[in-house]
């Protein structure tokens, strides 16, 4: 059994948003509940956020699910080891047609949470972590990406649409069949606008070609340059 105080502490921002007697409600709920998982601490941690996303308490007041979706992915990145992403400058060493046949590793701590600006913007008020957008203005996105391509937490306001291709790619799929995956989702997919996003945030940490499908000159495949 995991301590309520460990709850807290992986669910911090939730607790100081919505209050010690409803975070205490809500967890009281979810370990009473049959469907908790208890193979794991990490695993019945992990449940947690998914059982506050489907509470009484996020159908009346969705900032809820939110808080815990935001601090989850936190603590994802946060546990995760710091791994150096692939630069985007190695990706002109590729022929431009051998591209599409590439599988990308991605980095495991990485993670996209769908929220709108305002929800995040709280979170992001209250949250005792990584403070990174700056400047820029918390309007025209719909999600956030959570990496850790060094030492520090990252995160990135972008279009939900890059989490089709996060997804697809730690799914193992190539480039084009990322594309035919994210055509079937029917959403609207910009994959050099995605991949831009997780080349930038460090998390893509090395790629693979298929030998048979791709004519390279050295290796078929790219690590970090340290």
């Known amino acids: 059994m995991v301590a309520a105080s460990e709850f807290e502490k992986v669910f911090s921002t939730l607790l100081g948003v919505a209050g010690r007697r409803t975070f205490h409600l809500l967890l009281l709920s979810y370990l ?19 059982f506050v996303g489907r509470s009484q308490f996020a159908r009346s007041l969705p900032h809820v699910g939110a808080m815990a979706r935001l601090d989850w992915a936190l603590h994802c990145a946060r546990a995760s080891s710091p791994t150096r992403g692939l630069s985007p400058r190695q990706l002109p060493r590729l022929e431009p047609t ?13 993670s996209l949470v769908l929220v709108s600006p305002a929800h995040f913007g ?9 403070r990174p957008l700056g400047d820029r203005s918390l309007e025209g996105f719909d999600a956030v990406l959570f990496s850790r391509g060094g030492d520090e937490v990252q995160l990135t306001a972008c ?17 084009e069949e990322a594309v ?15 991949l831009r996003v997780l080349m930038n ?17 050295n290796s078929d495949r790219f690590l970090p340059v340290l």
């Open 159 to 175: 279009a939900g649409q890059v989490g089709v291709l996060l997804d697809a790619l730690r799914d193992g799929l190539t480039l």
């Open 201 to 217: 945030a460090g998390v893509v940490t090395a790629l693979t070609c298929r030998p048979a499908l791709t004519s390279l000159r």
């Open 122 to 130: 709280l979170w992001q008020a209250n949250v005792n972590g990584p």
């Open 98 to 110: 051998s591209l599409r046949y590439c599988a990308f590793d991605v980095h495991e701590g990485a």
């Open 32 to 50: 009473e509940c049959p469907s908790a998982p208890s193979a794991t601490a990490e695993g019945l941690l992990e449940g947690f956020h998914a």
């Open 180 to 194: 035919r995956y994210a055509l079937l989702t029917g959403q609207r997919f910009d994959l050099a606008a995605a």
